[in-house]
């Protein structure tokens, strides 16, 4: 069954580094978002495309955070620098299109420590 | 207030127990999403449903629209059932308006 695919799964950083993750969604699928999930809590979006465009990037903290997904198809979020709060874990989710209805499927997650 | 709440927050059954997750929201919606996450997971779709109700081995989701509730229910649940089990009301473009998640501990 196809899957939404993310890199690392655990990933453990120094305050101030830089870090990367990387999304490849279902094949087809338009839709990639971003999600942030402290321990605890349940996910919050952080960025949302539509094929290689933002849609809705509201709660991207866009002094230390961005986004891309160049070519319409796999994605990279970047953290730099990081911070002690980032630690959490990243999810990244694909649909078909946007239209509300359409199943939203998960990757595994990206765990991120920031010591 | 969160738009979506669930009760209850946390659940702990005997293996084997019937159990029920309950979710209301308080915006009109056309779907509503149950996702289930295991400890340190990932998250997975378990339903997608708009009306009525679906089934999928032990777990049955339904939903009343017009009373903006629905239910996920588990038969004869087993310790592999323990997780986090989310509602989820998509939004603007399939943005997606999570509940408060229910810890649910099946123990033997």
């Known amino acids: 069954e196809a899957e939404v695919a993310q890199s690392p799964r655990y990933k453990i950083t120094e305050k101030s580094q830089a870090v990367a993750f990387w999304c490849d969604p279902i094949?087809?699928?338009?839709?990639l978002y971003w999600y942030r999930q402290i321990l605890g809590q349940g996910p919050e979006l952080l960025v949302q495309f539509q094929d290689e465009s933002v849609v809705d990037d509201s709660q991207l903290p866009k002094d230390r955070f961005s986004a891309e997904r160049l070519k319409g198809v796999d994605s990279t979020l970047k953290i730099q620098p990081a911070e002690l709060g980032d630690s959490a874990m990243y999810l990244c989710?694909?649909?078909?299109?946007?239209?509300?209805?359409?199943?939203?499927?998960f990757g595994e997650g990206s765990w991120l420590t920031v010591v | 207030k969160n738009e979506v709440e669930q009760s209850p927050q946390n659940l702990t059954a005997q293996e084997g127990e019937f159990i029920t997750i309950n979710c209301s929201y308080s915006?009109?919606?056309?779907?509503l999403h149950w996702l289930q996450q295991h400890p340190g997971g990932g998250i997975v779709s378990l339903f997608m449903l708009s009306s009525g109700k679906k089934k999928h081995g032990r777990l049955i989701a339904t939903i009343n629209i017009q009373e903006k509730h629905s239910s996920l229910h588990i038969t004869a649940s087993h310790p592999r059932d323990s997780a986090v089990y989310i509602c989820?009301?998509?939004?603007?473009?399939?943005?997606?308006?999570f509940g408060t998640g229910t810890r649910l501990q099946v123990t033997l």
């Open positions: 915006v009109g919606i056309s779907a």
């Open positions: 989710a694909s649909s078909q299109d946007r239209t509300t209805g359409n199943t939203i499927y």
């Open positions: 094949s087809g699928h338009a839709t």
């Open positions: 989820a009301r998509p939004g603007t473009a399939s943005k997606l308006t």
